[in-house]
C-alpha cells in the first residue's frame, strides 16, 4: 500500500526555484508518481506525472531516482500565484492492487 | 472541454438529515472517483467507479454513505442520516479508462450543524 510523506509547509520568495520531495518507500512497480496542485475552494489540479527519471513541461519538473523511492517536484522562477499545496500521488487508479492515497500535501508559501 | 461538473456548490444541513450530491464527469471518461476532502487534510477516497461498477469502496462509510452511477455516466453520493463529522467538501474526479490523470471538479462543500 503506497503511501507518501511530503513537508508540512515551505516557504519561498518570487523568481526563486522551488523544489519539493515526496518519499513513497512502498512504491509498487506499476505505480506512477503524479503531483498535483490544489487552491482553496478548487479541486486539485494535474500538474505533472513520471515513472522514472526526468519529465518535464510548461509548468514543472519532476525528478525520480533510479529506486524510485523518492520524487521531487521543481517549480522553477516561482510567482505569487503558486501560493498553494501540492499533493504527491503515488498509484495505479486502473489497478485495484494500487490503491489511491493522498497524503496531507505541502502548503507552499511565496512572498514578495 | 467541459469539466467535470458537481452541484451543489454548497450545502448546509443539521446532523440526522439526509444529502444528496451530483456529479457530472467529462465525457467519454469511464473512471469516476468520489473523495471526501476535510479542512487541512487530503483527499480522501470514498469509492470509485469504472464505469457503472464499483472498483474501490473500501473506505466508504456504508452504514451512512451511499453511491451510484447508473447508466456509467452521471453519479451521485447520498449521506443518510449525516453527522458532525461529515462536515467536509466532497470531491468527484474523472479519468480516462486506464488513465492515471484525474480531473476534479470544484467539489460541494458540506456543513452538517
Known amino acids: 500500500l503506497a503511501k507518501t510523506t511530503q513537508p508540512i509547509s515551505m516557504d519561498s520568495y518570487e523568481g526563486q526555484e522551488v523544489n519539493i520531495t515526496c518519499s513513497h518507500n512502498?512504491?509498487?512497480?506499476?505505480?506512477?508518481i503524479t503531483w498535483y496542485q490544489q487552491f482553496p475552494s478548487q479541486g486539485p489540479r494535474f500538474i505533472i506525472q513520471g515513472y522514472k527519471t526526468k519529465v518535464t513541461n510548461e509548468v514543472a519538473s519532476l525528478f525520480i531516482p533510479a529506486d524510485r523511492k523518492s520524487s521531487t517536484l521543481s517549480l522553477p522562477r516561482v510567482s505569487l500565484s503558486d501560493t498553494a499545496v501540492y499533493y504527491c500521488?503515488?498509484?495505479?487508479?486502473?489497478?485495484?492492487?494500487?490503491?489511491?492515497?493522498f497524503g496531507s500535501g505541502t502548503r507552499l508559501s511565496i512572498r514578495p | 472541454e467541459a469539466g467535470v461538473a458537481q452541484s451543489p456548490r454548497y450545502k448546509i444541513i443539521e446532523k440526522r438529515q439526509s444529502v444528496a450530491f451530483w456529479c457530472n464527469p467529462i465525457?467519454?471518461?469511464?473512471?469516476l472517483y468520489w473523495y471526501q476532502q476535510i479542512l487541512g487534510q487530503g483527499p480522501k477516497l470514498l469509492i470509485q467507479?469504472?464505469?457503472?461498477?464499483?472498483?474501490?469502496d473500501s473506505q466508504l462509510p456504508k452504514d451512512r454513505f451511499s453511491a451510484e452511477r447508473l447508466k456509467g455516466v452521471d453519479s451521485t453520493l447520498k449521506i443518510q442520516p449525516a453527522k458532525l463529522e461529515d462536515s467536509a467538501v466532497y470531491l468527484c474526479?474523472?479519468?480516462?479508462?486506464?488513465?492515471?490523470?484525474?480531473?476534479f471538479g470544484a467539489g460541494t462543500r458540506l456543513s452538517v450543524l
Open positions: 512502498n512504491i509498487a512497480t506499476n505505480d506512477y
Open positions: 474526479a474523472s479519468s480516462t479508462e486506464g488513465g492515471n490523470i484525474q480531473y
Open positions: 465525457s467519454g471518461h469511464a473512471t
Open positions: 467507479f469504472q464505469n457503472n461498477g464499483v472498483v474501490d
Open positions: 500521488l503515488v498509484g495505479w487508479g486502473g489497478s485495484s492492487a494500487s490503491k489511491i492515497i
